[in-house]
């Protein structure tokens, strides 16, 4: 190991803590409805639905963040400086999930929600990026099939970029939007590698 590397468990163990105390701090926002009974419930129900999406991004991303480290043994600074970068914007989720609920969904609180979805999902780019770059700089050939990986990550990208401007027009079709970039990460994930 070169100076200046660590190995990329000692990264991943600290992420997985990151990413514990994120869904933590989630979950806390989640309060009892004052009113009893079923009425009291459906009071909840636009909270569970933002919560239940951002949960299924933080869980997404760390199966990603889990498949990608393992591609490498060390890191060096990059990588690790990209991985603290992606770190504190996927803490911004938990901020942004409260604060689209407390605001009502209205167009503000939606097109904030879609942007730190948007940086968060660049912060990660960046973070396959610098993978990649330590990959090559060591002789190893990229599959094809982590190619394809990052230009159907570019595409998440540009979703969520549409996303914030579609919050003024309808913030229910950017929340789709978002939606769907969950669902395109979700669905290929079962049945492939590992």
Known sequence: MAEHEMKSTRLEAF??????VIITIMVLEMHVPEMHGMAGFVTILPRLGIYALSYLMVAIYWINHHDVVGRIEVVNYRVLW????????????????????????????????????LIAGSAFFLLRSAVDGLRR???????????SEMVKHAASLVLYLAAIPMAYYKPAFSLALVLIVTLIWIAPKFGTRH
């Open 137 to 147: 700089s060591r002789g190893e050939e990229i599959p094809k099939a982590d190619l």
């Open 15 to 20: 992420s997985d803590g990151v990413i514990a």
């Open 82 to 117: 990209t991985n603290l970068i992606w770190l504190f914007a996927a803490s911004l989720i938990p901020f942004s999930t409260d604060y689209i609920e407390e605001h009502h969904f209205d167009s503000f609180s939606t097109a904030l929600y879609a942007a730190v979805m």
